[in-house]
């Protein structure tokens, strides 16, 4: 049933803005035009709006880019990840609900995603701006067959997925910045967090937090972030719709997943390597040892970056802030 609801979807979208009408609808999707109107009545109580004109047909009036459960689960295109959805116009952190989801059972794909966070959480203890409306707020459980030592893999997995989905959604370009920040024209877009619940040396589940900053304008970011924040509607001058947006990376973080599990590490890891910003550059490491300079020849299996310094030696960098 919910099929025939997206075959409608699709064609609206194929219409790109025009007119259908119900006899063409009818006939692209297989089914009698009572059937296209029941269905049609059927996505309006689900908050499309389309409009229906003698003699005309059919046109859905572009949506107020509104998130909703509803609205996610119609075009997507996954078996898996965000099959469950979980949405709230406002929490606290949805990484935080994921979590709680995961311990009583949640299954492999659930997603998460609100609206606004209170408190938004970026890595160690430092704070992520949330604001309403604009963003995408999400996190994921997966339940992968893992060791518990490869799944940082998975916050590099997870960078290659954004990067994807945003190139699909946007045509815009994204890099990498080691370890986890994605950044267009050097200002961060969308910041990653992958948190691990383990039992022995078992994964219980992995929760994948993913924050992109979608639609706002420079001066909606609080004055510490403009110089180093950006979101997708400032770099490609237009709305973008953050229902589709979260669509693709449901559906390339499905895909990358599928092949990592059946191929190992090594594609993801050449994807990884092929949109980072620092890899094949002289950079400065700042880490809480100090500073080292050398040249980023790229990272190992574990996600660890390898820098290479005058030396010749080869150092492992854990955990640093990059210079360019
Ligand atoms: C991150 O941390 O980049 C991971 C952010 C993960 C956010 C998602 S949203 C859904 C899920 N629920 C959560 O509660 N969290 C996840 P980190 O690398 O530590 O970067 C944090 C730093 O980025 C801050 O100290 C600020 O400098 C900057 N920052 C904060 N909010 C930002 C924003 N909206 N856009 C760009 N930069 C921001």
Same mark, same amino acid.
């Given at each position: 049933?919910?099929?025939?609801?997206?075959?409608?979807?699709?064609?609206?979208?194929?219409?790109?803005?025009?007119?259908?009408?119900?006899?063409?609808?009818?006939?692209?999707?297989?089914?009698?035009?009572?059937?296209?109107?029941?269905?049609?009545?059927?996505?309006?109580?689900?908050?499309?709006?389309?409009?229906?004109?003698?003699?005309?047909?059919?046109?859905?009036?572009?949506? *107020?880019?509104?998130?909703?459960?509803?609205?996610?689960?119609?075009?997507?295109?996954?078996?898996?990840?965000?099959?469950?959805?979980?949405?709230?116009?406002?929490?606290?952190? /949805?990484?935080?609900?994921?979590? !709680?989801?995961?311990?009583?059972?949640?299954?492999?794909?659930?997603?998460?995603?609100?609206?606004?966070?209170?408190?938004?959480?970026?890595?160690?203890?430092?704070?992520?701006?949330?604001?309403?409306?604009?963003?995408?707020?999400?996190?994921?459980?997966?339940?992968? !067959?893992?060791?518990?030592?490869?799944?940082?893999?998975?916050?590099?997995?997870?960078?290659?997925?954004?990067?994807?989905?945003?190139?699909?959604?946007?045509?815009?370009?994204?890099?990498?910045?080691?370890?986890?920040?994605?950044?267009?024209?050097?200002?961060?877009?969308?910041?990653?967090?992958?948190?691990?619940?383990?039992?022995?040396?078992?994964?219980? *589940?992995?929760?994948?937090?993913?924050?992109?900053?979608?639609?706002?304008?420079?001066?909606?970011?609080?004055?510490?972030?403009?110089?180093?924040?950006?979101?997708?509607?400032?770099?490609?001058?237009? /709305?973008?719709?953050?229902?589709?947006?979260?669509?693709?990376?449901?559906?390339?973080?499905?895909?990358?997943?599928? !092949?990592?599990?059946?191929?190992?590490?090594?594609?993801?890891?050449?994807?990884?390597?092929?949109?980072?910003?620092?890899?094949?550059?002289?950079?400065?490491?700042?880490?809480?040892?100090?500073?080292?300079?050398?040249?980023?020849?790229?990272?190992?299996?574990?996600?660890?970056?390898?820098?290479?310094?005058?030396?010749?030696?080869?150092?492992?960098?854990? *955990?640093?802030?990059?210079?360019?």
């Amino acid at each position: 049933k919910s099929n025939v609801r997206k075959d409608i979807l699709n064609a609206f979208r194929n219409a790109k803005g025009e007119y259908i009408s119900g006899e063409k609808l009818a006939k692209e999707i297989g089914c009698s035009r009572t059937a296209v109107w029941k269905h049609i009545e059927e996505l309006k109580k689900e908050g499309f709006q389309v409009k229906a004109v003698r003699k005309k047909g059919y046109l859905l009036v572009e949506h *107020s880019n509104k998130l909703s459960a509803n609205e996610i689960y119609l075009g997507l295109e996954t078996e898996e990840i965000g099959r469950t959805v979980h949405f709230y116009e406002s929490v606290s952190s /949805t990484q935080k609900l994921a979590k !709680e989801f995961a311990l009583n059972g949640a299954k492999h794909g659930t997603l998460v995603v609100s609206d606004e966070q209170t408190e938004g959480r970026g890595r160690l203890v430092r704070q992520w701006y949330s604001p309403k409306g604009t963003g995408l707020w999400m996190s994921i459980i997966v339940r992968p !067959e893992i060791p518990i030592q490869k799944t940082p893999q998975l916050t590099l997995l997870t960078a290659v997925a954004v990067i994807q989905a945003i190139e699909a959604t946007t045509g815009l370009h994204p890099t990498i910045k080691w370890p986890n920040d994605i950044l267009i024209n050097g200002r961060k877009v969308c910041g990653i967090l992958t948190e691990m619940q383990a039992e022995e040396n078992r994964v219980q *589940s992995v929760i994948i937090g993913i924050g992109v900053n979608v639609n706002q304008n420079k001066a909606d970011f609080p004055e510490e972030l403009q110089t180093i924040a950006t979101s997708l509607k400032i770099e490609a001058d237009k /709305t973008v719709s953050r229902t589709k947006l979260l669509q693709n990376i449901c559906y390339q973080l499905e895909q990358l997943l599928n !092949e990592y599990l059946h191929t190992g590490f090594k594609p993801i890891k050449q994807l990884w390597e092929s949109y980072a910003n620092s890899i094949g550059k002289q950079i400065t490491a700042r880490t809480a040892k100090g500073s080292y300079t050398g040249f980023a020849i790229g990272i190992n299996d574990e996600g660890v970056l390898l820098l290479k310094q005058a030396s010749g030696e080869v150092m492992e960098i854990y *955990s640093a802030d990059i210079d360019l």
